[in-house]
T-cell receptor
Framework: NAGVTQTPKFRILKIGQSMTLQCTQDMNHNYMYWYRQDPGMGLKLIYYSVGAGITDKGEVPNGYNVSRSTTEDFPLRLELAAPSQTSVYFC??????????????FGDGTRLSIL | AQSVTQLGSHVSVSEGALVLLRCNYSSSVPPYLFWYVQYPNQGLQLLLKYTTGATLVKGINGFEAEFKKSETSFHLTKPSAHMSDAAEYFCAVSDRGGYQKVTFGTGTKLQVIP
């Protein structure tokens, strides 16, 4: 049972480069989330999706884009990498519908450095 | 707006001692409350959750938490710390509607001293 899978695990980018962080889940969850985690700051929501074709902004969306073409996949795109985007990125998913009390399931994260 | 405050970014306990990690929340409606644990280089894993009903919630690895509405608290406890409990712990509050907006605390790193 793979759960939530994130790739790559580590990446170093140069300022101005672009990349896509991949996230896929095999639990048929409707809701998916992208967070960034910075030391001492907890997790901040970047974007979320309530189902295929539907996405919305979270707390810190600037500099990022997402898409949700399938239930399984929720990639996060950085178009012009900036040093402020150095962080650990987590993807999460949970069931939708009446299951609002269900916890989110997290991937192991992508550690991204922008130099 | 909802918020979470975790008192103490670092907590140290001796092996075998009581673990107490503090969490206070604010929410305009009855919330769902969660504790997650994060081991190095891993994602967050659910320890326990409070939704409705019994206010003392038991989770995995011997942890439990008590929802106290009057104190707006959801402190995490374990009677006897084990070396394997060393990790970072996050308290989270969620509303009950829509996409489940979750607000995470800033985390508490637990160190267990042999």
């Amino acid at each position: 049972n793979a759960g939530v899978t994130q790739t790559p695990k580590f990446r170093i980018l140069k300022i101005g480069q672009s990349m896509t962080l991949q996230c896929t889940q095999d639990m048929n969850h409707n809701y998916m989330y992208w967070y960034r985690q910075d030391p001492g700051m907890g997790l901040k929501l970047i974007y979320y999706s309530v189902g295929a074709g539907i996405t919305d902004k979270g707390e810190v969306p600037n500099g990022y884009n997402v898409s949700r073409s399938t239930t399984e996949d929720f990639p996060l795109r950085l178009e012009l990498a900036a040093p402020s985007q150095t962080s650990v990125y987590f993807c999460a998913s949970r069931p939708g519908g009446q299951a609002n009390n269900q916890p989110q399931h997290f991937g192991d994260g992508t550690r991204l450095s922008i130099l | 707006a909802q918020s979470v405050t975790q008192l103490g970014s670092h907590v140290s306990v001796s092996e075998g001692a009581l673990v107490l990690l503090r969490c206070n929340y604010s929410s305009s409606v009855p919330p769902y409350l969660f504790w997650y644990v994060q081991y190095p280089n891993q994602g967050l894993q659910l320890l326990l959750k409070y939704t409705t009903g019994a206010t003392l919630v038991k989770g995995i690895n011997g942890f439990e938490a008590e929802f106290k509405k009057s104190e707006t608290s959801f402190h995490l406890t374990k009677p006897s710390a084990h070396m394997s409990d060393a990790a970072e712990y996050f308290c989270a509050v969620s509303d009950r509607g829509g996409y489940q907006k979750v607000t995470f605390g800033t985390g508490t790193k637990l160190q267990v001293i042999p």
